[in-house]
């Protein structure tokens, strides 16, 4: 059982090393099932909140756990599989673990139970909270997120407004695009707007890069990840946005080896083409060999956006 509950800790880009926090039972359970989903199909769908193990169990195998790995441990997260918070004892366990150890906690959610203000209130202990906004638009959500019968998206927007208004820890979305499904302009300038209204702190772009649910959820295109990259950082700031489509990167590095620093950076950032060259030419007589030798390994690729020469991570052998 206590295997099944807490894991890790793994290496995150956002979190750092997180100790992974498995609040609901297997097999999946979720009031959402996401097309894209590395976890397959969702087996127990429904969307009413219960407790499914004890509080005090959850609270004391991560405890143990955070006594093992105290030094090495960033964030305790709650990260299930499914949706954390159909759990209605995760803001007592949230709190009881706080009381005992000083590690910040994170919970990742798509974010469909926060028009429930006992939601809000269960997850304002924590000190960072995840949320995943895959489309603006009613018919796009349905078709990628799958959601239950019961949920309806602008009651989900609306409860985002009304928890990040007063949550006092650092807010952060996941949007995760589908090729055909979500990539269009205007659903991403909706989706830019919304996240510039709500003020996060950094908002994710991703795609996926496990075999997903069902297999026409296909990443999109190395285009529409700049696109996107693009659109977000006019509304939000460049700061603000990161890519997340590659495997965790090696050490940021701006000094130092000219490879891994671009290899790097472009795992979180695409950059124009001419500012790579000028930055490089501050560490290495030959940027141009360095950047052509990637691209002839597939490592990264030119795109053409709006008339100007971008490099991105290549994520496809």
């Given amino acids: 059982m206590s295997s099944q509950i807490v894991f890790g800790p793994v290496p995150s880009r956002r979190l750092g090393r997180s100790l992974g926090v498995n609040n609901l039972p297997p097999p999946k359970t979720c009031n959402y099932n996401c097309i894209y989903c590395q976890l397959g199909r969702t087996i127990n769908y429904f969307s009413e909140r219960r407790c499914f193990y004890d509080p005090e169990l959850v609270v004391n195998e991560v405890l143990k ?70 489309a603006f638009r009613e018919r796009t959500w349905r078709i990628i997120n799958r959601p239950h019968p019961s949920l309806r998206l602008d009651k989900i927007f609306e409860g985002i407004e009304e928890f990040t208004k007063n949550f006092r820890g650092e807010i952060i979305s996941e949007t995760m695009l589908i090729e055909n499904f979500n990539t269009d302009s205007e659903e991403i300038e909706e989706i830019a707007r919304f996240l510039k209204k709500i003020n996060i702190s950094k908002a994710y772009i991703a795609i996926p890069t496990r075999p997903p649910a069902e297999p026409y959820a296909k990443p999109a295109s190395h285009y529409k990840i700049v696109e996107t990259h693009e659109i977000f950082s006019r509304h939000l700031g460049i700061e603000r946005v990161e890519l997340l489509n590659m495997p965790e990167p090696p050490q940021f590095i701006i000094w130092g080896d000219p490879v891994k620093w671009l290899l790097s950076t472009l795992s979180v950032h695409p950059m124009r083409y001419d500012y790579v060259i000028k930055t490089l030419q501050k560490i290495t007589r030959d940027p141009e060999k360095i950047i052509n030798d990637l691209i002839s390994r597939k490592e990264i690729m030119k795109i053409i956006y709006r008339d100007t020469v971008y490099l991105v991570r290549s994520y496809r052998k």
């Fill in 65 to 134: 756990a955070v006594e093992k790995m105290r030094d090495v441990i960033d964030y305790i997260t709650f990260v299930p599989d499914g949706e954390p918070t159909l759990d209605a004892c995760l803001g007592r366990e949230i709190e009881k673990i706080k009381r005992n150890v000083d590690v910040k906690i994170a919970v990742l959610s798509n974010a469909s139970l926060l028009y429930d203000p006992d939601v809000r209130t269960d997850l304002s202990s924590a000190d960072l909270v995840s949320i995943k906004i895959d």
